[in-house]
């Protein structure tokens, strides 16, 4: 049986997602998950999008409680 899709908002980071997800881009081209745990971008600054490659850290961005 498949891992349920598990969807996290880090506190002042990415989206961390877990288990069986079919990501996607805007074109519905698939983009290749190579790990079981993901992060995806919420600051919109990360130079690997649609992963998080830690800019929001240096950028300072926050999200509301």
Do not use: Q, W
């Not at 891992?3 to 698939?30: H, N, Q, S």
């Not at 990360?46 to 950028?59: E, L, Q, R, V, Y």
């Amino acid at each position: 049986m498949a891992d349920p899709a598990r969807i996290t908002a880090y506190p002042d980071g990415p989206f961390l997602v877990r288990g069986e997800v079919d990501l996607r881009d805007a074109a519905d081209r698939p983009i290749p998950k190579n790990r079981r745990t993901v992060a995806l971008c919420r600051c919109g600054l990360s130079t690997i999008k649609p992963f998080c490659d830690g800019t929001h850290k240096a950028a300072g961005f926050r999200t509301d409680d």
